[in-house]
């Protein structure tokens, strides 16, 4: 569940979950069982014959999604969902031209490493067709928590370095990769309207911030009230297990009738098994309200944390997907990067993990599983206390 154990059999609090995908706990006893019934049944079948793991799954996830998101296509991994997705939309727009946020990550193929948003992220390859917006960070964005005033940048950019239409806008709500940062307030309204405006489809990367990891919704992009375009999925959609999948409208998926689209592995029977179980425990378990129970009250302890400690610059996130950021100089917001990794290792030498992230690595990305209780996150608090302590 939200433990692990070393080969000496040793236990250790797992507060990252595998990068946000662990959301209903480490061999979740009716994930496993899905997965051996229907490795017995039916191991591999590609969607050239359709079987009833794949269709079932589908529909419920379908049913998750709000409007007319009810076509989904099936994938590996995130990298590969956006990329589908990125295709898709030039396809529907006839435009190619890509607007992502600094700071953004999405994946490190081909177009989705130009839609990656950090040189640390990026390879020495060619990357073209993709324009970086103002990132609408609330702790160190020049418009603080505005998020209309950085969306205004989004304008700017369609007008100054395309030919006034453009292919899609692509946002994560909480960036994960990029330290855990929430976009600012009122953010994705006003950058949607815009981008529709210019003929754009907007498109919402919820690997990491989607299934009730953020607890007030089951979808990161709800936080914000929009609906995107087209919507994209990995990570704890199958609890480890290698799936993703692109969700979109019957008018937008219409474009890849115009070719064959084949994905040998996307949607194969084992993964899919695993993925609609994932649902229903998350339903039955109510995994959703634990988010936001156990994630209001680990965010209240932290802030504690950043009262007692300087080295605490900022605190924020939803849910179990939360962040704390360490500085050195509050007003000058000094990455305190060694300080990160020093804490980091202390934190697993006394039993707990947490990962990290932003461009400096200075941020603790605490994404536990969404069974997590209270006990948990007290034990994970006081580690972190400890730690920094002795800083």
Known sequence: MQYLFDDNGRRYLDAFGGI???CCGHCHPDVVE?????TKRLQHSTILYLNHAITDFAEALASKLPGDLKVVFFTNSGT????????MAKLY???HDIISLRNAYHGNAGVTMSTTGQSIWKFNVVQSGVHHTINPDPYRGVFGSDGEKYAKDVEDLIQSATSGSVAAFMSEAIQGVGGIVELAPGYLPAAYSIVRKAGGLCIADEVQAGFARTGSHFWGFENQGVVPDIVTMAKGIGNGIPLGAVVTTPEIAQVLKRRNYFNTF????VCTAAGLAVLRVIEKEKLQENAHV???????RLMDLKNKHDIVGDVRGRGLLLGV???TDHKLKTPASAETVHIMDKMKDMGVLVGKGGFCGNVFRITPPLCFTKEDADFLVD???FAMSKI
């Open 20 to 22: 946000a995908t662990v």
């Open 383 to 385: 580690v972190m206390d």
């Open 266 to 269: 996307g949607g194969n029977p």
């Open 93 to 95: 727009t006839g435009c």
């Open 294 to 300: 156990v994630g209001s009250y680990l965010k209240e």
């Open 80 to 87: 590969e969902a956006n990329e589908l997705a990125i295709m």
């Open 325 to 327: 950021e360490l500085v």
């Open 34 to 38: 899905a997965i051996v019934n229907q």
